[in-house]
């Protein structure tokens, strides 16, 4: 799973012309789930995202949560995020998840952050949006935690 958060001053996502997500301060997260992603990957970024310490405190510094910083998220699903542009001009999006796959986990990733108390906007799965947001900063960073199947034990 990637995430690129972006913290923002406002943000919204217009689908057809109507608004269908809005948050004041706070992060836009564009999230991309790969074909091996679980649970797993989902409940530690929501933790990380959660406990990210990417807001101003009182001196100034990058130092207080969202929570602290008395914010929302907007999440945006995003599978381009997985496009490998390493061959030719056409990117190859063969990492990410099948559409079925990744609105679980997306949705999964959303209830997690709301889980613990955030105010969570998000865009409309598999639709084209449009994502309007003011940077603020700018402050942007990208997460990701790939799905490692265990080792065998050797015999």
């Known amino acids: 799973m990637k995430l690129v958060i972006q913290r923002c001053s406002e943000a919204s996502v217009i689908v057809d012309g109507e608004a269908v997500a809005r948050i004041a301060k706070g992060a836009v997260?564009?999230?991309?789930?790969?074909?091996?992603d679980t649970e797993d990957e989902a409940r530690?970024?929501?933790?990380k995202?959660?406990?990210?310490?990417?807001?101003?405190?009182?001196?100034?510094?990058l130092n207080a949560s969202i929570a602290d910083a008395g914010g929302a998220f907007l999440v945006v699903s995003q599978f381009t995020l997985y496009?490998?542009?390493a061959k030719g001009n056409r990117p190859s999006y063969i990492e990410s998840a099948p559409p079925d796959h990744?609105?679980?986990?997306?949705e999964f990733?959303?209830?997690e952050l709301k889980s613990y108390g955030h105010e969570v906007q998000?865009?409309?799965?598999?639709?084209?949006?449009?994502?309007?947001?003011e940077n603020d900063?700018?402050?942007?960073?990208?997460?990701?935690?790939?799905h490692t199947p265990p080792l065998a034990c050797p015999q």
């Open 29 to 36: 997260i564009l999230l991309a789930v790969a074909r091996d």
């Open 44 to 47: 530690y970024l929501a933790r």
């Open 137 to 146: 900063g700018p402050v942007t960073l990208i997460l990701e935690r790939r």
């Open 49 to 61: 995202t959660s406990l990210l310490r990417i807001y101003d405190d009182a001196e100034g510094r």
């Open 109 to 111: 990733f959303v209830h």
């Open 83 to 85: 496009g490998d542009c």
């Open 122 to 133: 998000t865009g409309r799965f598999q639709e084209t949006m449009q994502v309007k947001l």
């Open 102 to 106: 990744a609105r679980a986990l997306y």
